[in-house]
């Protein structure tokens, strides 16, 4: 097994993970009342408004009720939803300790079995003539190493980390994303792959973004740099004016449009704004919050026009409609007259200290990998049969979900692709 | 907003458990999690409070994405290993004796352990030749000794507990967190894990600490009530020692001396194999004269008990007397008091739930 990265951060995207969603007809020891196949599949065409591949859709969620045992068996561990996640607690099963603790467990279970861990070994190149795979070039401690196998199973991820392909793609807006996950995956080997024939799945130009805190590293700052306050006030741009309906939906299902929508933004940067009435009332995040004791002050400390910042919020206090605020439902406290209006949560911005908190769209993943079919088999474009070049995870999850996202659909393709990849391929090299 | 100036210690403490409030990937492993979410700021007095509910377990050190090499740097269990000893010094009483601490654990007991040997050996140097231990040490010093010394460690370790109930969050003790702080505390539920141990001395999970534990605490308590039965025999019924090898305080005595053998031996091996990145080596003095002192304490004893019809008797009962006494005078400034820190940090966790749970169930 070749890991590109050194074995602290071995492990791809996982590591930043925490749950793997679960169809299950009967309560169990983690997951409460029953989410059948059916309604995970609806939830699936909801999110991708249709973009699946419906046979490898029910493939992944049909198998992912059989995840949980196996994945015990590999020593994983289960807790119960963790705080402020109740809303996932019926769906989707968290791993005690996280993505990292799972990983931990299922390379101490490869160590057991006689699987051999290589890692910084970067994959440079494939040796595939007419559709067969037969050796990698590999670089291992700076030298190139050629490594022959009877199969090949691709678990490279997408090329959110690589800044040149993003640029390609994005232009200069990409200078000013955040890369949330791993800064391994550079979508060298999607590329390879991509390059000798095989059929892509997924928009190249599309990936998954939240707004998270700008003051994130560049890569790898994970879950602890994700804003939860956006809907409680309100979110502004460069120039301090309001630029979307901060209220739109419940925050679980809106957090994911942000990146995009910053994105969107001059310079790709904007600001949270609320009040002390929202302090307590989203989960902290790592960063402390810029402070103000008078919007004019909290603008000057967060480098915004004083005259534009208190001129938005003054128009939004003034349309805020009267209401009971809960900011666990979808309640009544609306905007009257705005131009975007804020359709729940409007509270006026009124209660010192005000507090901002800096955005920048944060990438979690790409969408573009390559075509497989249900025995994970990596298709070729040209309607040629696959032979021994499989996939699983993030390369292929495109398959299935070719747009929006549903919390622990990543980690069931994986687990589901990645155990059918595993078998198909040691079938080959027996 | 906190207002008071924090060590860099505490900084970094309070830094770190910030992203882990953020996280909170590790809720289940311990009480550490649940108890740090229910916090905004991390004061000194929380750090205190965090840093004695762990154990030092470590699962959240190996499970942790932030991990050294990550640029975030999460190091729970060695930061909250490095405040704890701190609490140690700040709750001690009297405070001079915080000194105590700080200085190579080891050399301390051995000097007292000498210096007693000699005077005790000393204040007779009789030649007794069966086990007539009270002629060797009359039992009137005996009791006087330790009497005086029981009671200046019960009171400084009274005080310890008082001030560090006080400085994090005071209150009153309901029976139920008791009842639950011991339960945890006797079963050592956080070293359990579930049935799989933890990840200490080394990443791979193991119960070898949490059955070396319960063999040193429960033979500690073993020969602790041995010496109590010994002390009823003697004032409530005039029967005086040495007693019979089949006798209640010698059995309590021998099993319990052999838990204090096994046990410290076993923590002494795990510690030597410890993955250094989620320890503490500061305190590695500290905990090896801990160990050192419970260990001499049941080997000098079990020799007495074998020996104690030949002339080497005299002897081995000073060692051990002055062994005995050497742990006692220390306890107060040494390891024995994570015991009391953690019982207390347990007490409060018990009750911060329970009030979490009233007040969820009014709806405030």
Redesign the interface.
């Known amino acids: 097994m070749l890991e590109s990265a050194p074995r602290e951060f071995r492990g791809g995207n996982s590591r930043h993970t925490r749950n793997l969603r679960c169809a299950h007809d009967a309560p169990t020891e983690f997951l409460v009342d029953s989410y059948p196949e059916e309604e995970y599949f609806s939830d699936l065409l909801r999110v991708t408004e249709g973009e699946t591949n419906e046979e490898l859709a029910r493939l992944a969620i049909h198998e992912s009720r059989t995840c949980m045992e196996w994945m015990r068996g590999h020593g994983v561990r289960f807790q119960p939803s963790l705080s402020g996640t109740l809303h996932l607690g019926r769906s989707n099963l968290f791993f005690l300790g996280g993505g990292k603790a799972l990983l931990n467990s299922y390379y101490a279970a490869a160590e057991r079995l006689g699987v051999r861990i290589i890692y910084s070994a970067e994959v440079t190149s494939l040796n595939i003539s007419h559709g067969v795979f037969e050796s990698a070039t590999v670089l291992m401690r700076g030298q190139p190493v050629e490594i022959r196998a009877k199969a090949l199973v691709a678990a490279t991820g997408g090329f959110e980390s690589n800044l040149d392909w993003l640029k390609e793609v994005w232009g200069d807006a990409a200078d000013n994303f955040l890369i949330r996950g791993t800064p391994y995956n550079k979508g060298a080997v999607l590329k390879i792959l991509l390059d000798n024939g095989a059929d892509p799945v997924g928009d190249p130009k599309e990936c998954h973004a939240v707004a998270i805190d700008a003051r994130a590293p560049k890569f790898d700052g994970g879950i602890v740099t994700r804003l939860d306050c956006l809907p409680l006030g309100i979110v502004v741009n460069r120039e301090g004016q309001r630029f979307y309906d901060e209220g739109e939906d419940l925050w679980p299902k809106r957090y994911a449009i942000w990146g995009r929508l910053v994105a969107q933004q001059p310079g790709q940067i904007a600001w949270s704004i609320i009040d002390s009435k929202a302090l307590g009332k989203f989960i902290p995040s790592v960063f402390p919050a810029i402070r103000g004791d008078t919007i004019q002050e909290l603008a000057a400390n967060l480098g915004l026009s004083a005259d534009a910042l208190a001129c938005t919020v003054e128009r939004f206090n003034r349309a805020v409609r009267p209401g009971k605020f809960d900011h666990e439902r979808l309640d009544e406290c609306r905007t009257c007259g705005l131009s975007p209006e804020k359709t729940h949560w409007a509270q006026r911005i009124d209660s010192p200290p005000f507090l901002g908190y800096p955005l920048r769209p944060g990438i979690t993943f790409t969408y573009l990998g390559v075509k497989v079919d249900p025995q994970a088999r990596v298709l070729p474009r040209d309607g040629g049969s696959p032979r021994n070049i499989f996939a699983a995870g993030e390369i292929m999850a495109g398959n299935i979900l070719g747009k929006g996202y549903l919390a622990g659909l990543g980690m069931a393709i994986g687990t589901v692709f990645g155990r059918v990849a595993g078998k198909e391929a040691a079938g080959l090299a027996h | 907003m906190p207002t008071e100036n924090l060590s860099g210690l505490a900084q970094e403490g309070a830094r770190i458990l ?2 882990c ?9 311990c009480a550490v999690f ?1 108890a740090l ?1 229910r916090r ?1 700021n991390f004061g000194a007095a929380d750090l205190d409070y965090l840093a004695n509910l762990c154990h030092n377990c470590a ?2 050190y ?11 740097a999460v190091n729970v269990p060695k930061t909250l290993a490095e405040i704890r000893a701190r609490s140690y010094q700040n709750y001690a009483w009297p405070a001079p004796l915080a000194a105590v601490f700080r200085r190579n654990g080891l050399v301390v007991s051995l000097v007292l352990v000498i210096a007693l040997a000699v005077w005790i050996a000393s204040t007779k140097g009789a030649t007794a030749s069966s086990a007539q231990f009270y002629q060797v040490v009359s039992h009137r010093a005996m009791v006087a000794v330790f009497g005086v010394v029981s009671l200046f460690v019960l009171a400084a370790l009274v005080v310890g507990c008082v001030r560090f109930w006080r400085k994090t969050g005071g209150g009153a003790v309901n029976l139920s967190a008791m009842k639950e702080a011991l339960k945890d505390g006797l079963r050592l539920t956080y070293l359990y894990g ?1 049935g ?1 141990g933890c990840t200490y001395p080394q ?2 999970r193991s119960l070898a600490r949490w059955w070396f534990h319960h063999l040193t605490f429960y033979g500690f308590l073993l020969c602790f009530g041995a010496t109590s039965v010994a002390a009823i025999y003697h004032y409530g019924f005039g029967w005086r020692a040495p007693y019979g090898y089949f006798s209640l305080p010698v059995a309590l005595g021998t099993l319990g001396g052999f838990g204090l053998l096994a046990g410290p031996a076993g923590l002494l091996w795990l510690k030597q194999r410890g993955d250094a990145a989620t320890r503490d080596g500061e305190q590695d003095g500290m905990d090896v004269a801990f160990i050192a002192l419970l260990f001499s304490t049941s080997a000098t004893g079990l020799l007495l008990l074998a020996l104690r019809e030949t002339p080497a008797m005299p002897l081995l009962l000073a060692v051990h007397l002055a062994t005995v006494l050497a742990l006692f005078v220390t306890l107060p400034y040494g390891k024995f008091v994570h015991a009391i820190y953690r019982l207390a940090a347990l007490v409060r966790y018990a009750l911060e739930r329970s009030q979490l749970k009233g007040r969820k169930l009014t709806g405030q």
């Open positions: 910030t992203i409030n953020a996280c909170r990937y590790c809720e289940g492993y649940p979410e905004a699962e959240c190996y499970a942790c994405q932030y991990a050294p090499p990550h640029e975030f579930g799989q990443e791979r």
